[in-house]
T-cell receptor
Framework: DGGITQSPKYLFRKEGQNVTLSCEQN?????MYWYRQDPGQGLRLIYY???????QKGDIAEGYSVSREKKESFPLTVTSAQKNPTAFYLC??????????????FGPGTRLTVL | GQNIDQPTEMTATEGAIVQINCTYQ??????LFWYQQHAGEAPTFLSY????GLEEKGRFSSFLSRSKGYSYLLLKELQMKDSASYLC????????????FGRGTSLIVHP
């Protein structure tokens, strides 16, 4: 079955440690996105990539980094520079330029807790 | 920039009808989405409007007025499983295909 996977579901880290969240999709989508969701805040865009080896900062990119070496994969690293990293992180993907609705498909999310 | 407003929380009775409103201000518009998100889970796509009018899909309908910057999601014959957060998202004009999300409306359906 096609879809997006994120692992792990729950992640605990000590303050000051970098941590990498994985996101893999087998939908053959060109574009991939990372969002952060906090209570009462909705989804806020961290980074996005529309093609392999290219990515752009979203609205809250500070303290995060990404890579897009393969079409299927878009890992997010939460660095120690991120002041408040505890949150629910969602990865999404979509087709681009197909003439369709191009709605986003979301992974199940990773809940990161920094102790 | 974009500004999207929707109520924080709504309650309704099983079997009833509920309307969730979304207003937006944007410098460019290329479609409006509604997503459903159960607690701790991924958002799932419900509907898409790019032209004015009503789109009906089973128990769910979505309406758009571009001139008023207004949309609503109508849920009929409410079921307990409809208790969830409903996210309104407006896609920016241009080729980036990036939607901006509102804060979501938490709908509680009670017996």
């Amino acid at each position: 079955d096609g879809g997006i996977t994120q692992s792990p579901k729950y992640l605990f880290r000590k303050e000051g440690q970098n941590v990498t969240l994985s996101c893999e999709q087998n939908l053959n989508h060109d574009a991939m996105y990372w969002y952060r969701q906090d209570p009462g805040q909705g989804l806020r865009l961290i980074y996005y990539s529309q093609i392999v080896n290219d990515f752009q900062k979203g609205d809250i990119a500070e303290g995060y980094s990404v890579s897009r070496e393969k079409k299927e994969s878009f890992p997010l690293t939460v660095t120690s520079a991120q002041k408040n990293p505890t949150a629910f992180y969602l990865c999404a993907s979509t087709n681009v330029g197909t003439g369709g609705i191009n709605e986003q498909f979301f992974g199940p999310g990773t809940r990161l807790t920094v102790l | 920039g974009q500004n999207i407003d929707q109520p924080t929380e709504m309650t309704a009775t099983e079997g009833a009808i509920v309307q969730i409103n979304c207003t937006y201000q944007t410098s460019g518009f290329n479609g409006l989405f509604w997503y459903q998100q159960h607690a701790g889970e991924a958002p799932t796509f419900l509907s898409y409007n790019v032209l004015d009018g009503l789109e009906e899909k089973g128990r769910f309908s979505s309406f758009l007025s571009r001139s008023k910057g207004y949309s609503y999601l109508l849920l009929k014959e409410l079921q307990m499983k409809d208790s969830a957060s409903y996210l309104c998202a407006v896609r920016r004009a241009g080729g980036s295909y990036i939607p901006t999300f509102g804060r979501g409306t938490s709908l509680i359906v009670h017996p």
